[in-house]
């Protein structure tokens, strides 16, 4: 059962037939640009179309790797760059020399190059 | 070459009806009907008339315009001063029932701002079922969704319409 109200209704076609009064016909040169442009891709020889696709890919990859190259290098130009050498502790222990033969620390807190204790009373 | 001229011949001012109205651009829609008719010529080996040949036909050129919506989403658009119909590309059709107190023009030009202010999915539901005149079955296989869900986006459609156009529909 229609519940709708008269004028509600009458609302309703309104609007139905405005928006049926508008529309778009049938262009013919849309379809002339459409035939020209399935007849040339079916006119491309089928060995061309062939040959396309790995000229194609290998332009792709020429560009990729010309792409790469240049940013590698423009990174390496940067000036942001580090302005010391990155090393890690123990080559830095190792290269200040003379850890490794440095006389071992005196016993007790004594200061190095003081007389030895020999022991015995004073 | 001659059925895809003959498919154009009887569902060309659809598609046309249907993409200028959803991309409210002459030159954008006539892009998007040309593409569509590329892929029908491609995909006919594939048809086996399931869903009828206009709902198979429409159901391209909305995924072709939904496509191209989606790419467009950032652009600014049309500029609202723009008469949309011109811009649309889209004639006042010859309705026996119009109200001749109304000026056919300046109406339907709000009709189709207001059109344009709908989001997408209530476009493409309203376009297809009230300017093209499919039925819901048709509606709901051109857009790939259940007739429950047209019905849903239509009602909301026809609202915003309604309160956007309550000045024109209330005379």
């Keep these: 059962m229609d519940t709708m109200d008269p004028r509600e209704r009458e609302r309703d076609e309104r609007l139905t037939r405005m928006l049926r009064a508008a529309g778009a016909e049938a262009d013919p040169a849309l379809w002339t640009r459409a035939r020209a442009r399935i007849e040339a891709l079916e006119r491309t020889p089928g060995p061309l179309a062939w040959l396309m696709r790995p000229v194609g890919l290998a332009g792709s990859l020429a560009l990729f790797v010309a792409a790469a190259g240049m940013s590698s290098a423009l990174l390496r130009a940067l000036p942001w760059q580090q302005p010391y050498e990155v090393v890690t502790l123990t080559d830095q222990l190792l290269s200040e020399g003379s850890y490794a033969d440095a006389e071992p620390p005196a016993a007790n807190g004594a200061a190095p190059g003081a007389a030895r204790d020999s022991g015995g009373m004073p | 070459m001659e059925a895809l001229g003959e498919v154009y011949r009887m569902l060309g001012a659809a598609m046309l009806t249907l993409a200028r109205s959803m991309l409210r651009d002459r030159d954008e829609a006539d892009d998007i009907v040309e593409e569509a008719l590329l892929r029908i010529r491609r ?125 024109w529909l209330e005379t």
């Design chain 2, 43 to 167: 995909a006919a080996p594939g048809f086996r008339g399931e869903r009828g040949l206009r709902t198979w036909t429409l159901r391209i050129v909305a995924n072709l315009c939904r496509d191209h919506l989606r790419r467009r989403r950032f652009s600014a658009g049309p500029p609202e001063d723009l008469d949309p119909l011109e811009a649309a590309g889209l004639r006042v059709e010859p309705v026996a029932e119009w109200d001749e107190a109304m000026d056919r023009r300046t109406v339907l030009a709000a009709l189709e701002r207001a059109i344009a202010r709908l989001p997408a999915e209530q476009r493409e539901a309203v376009v297809l079922r009230d300017r093209l005149g499919l039925s819901y079955e048709e509606v709901a296989a051109t857009l790939g969704v259940s007739e429950g869900a047209v019905k849903s986006r239509l009602f909301r459609a026809r609202e915003n319409l309604k309160r956007a156009m309550a000045a």
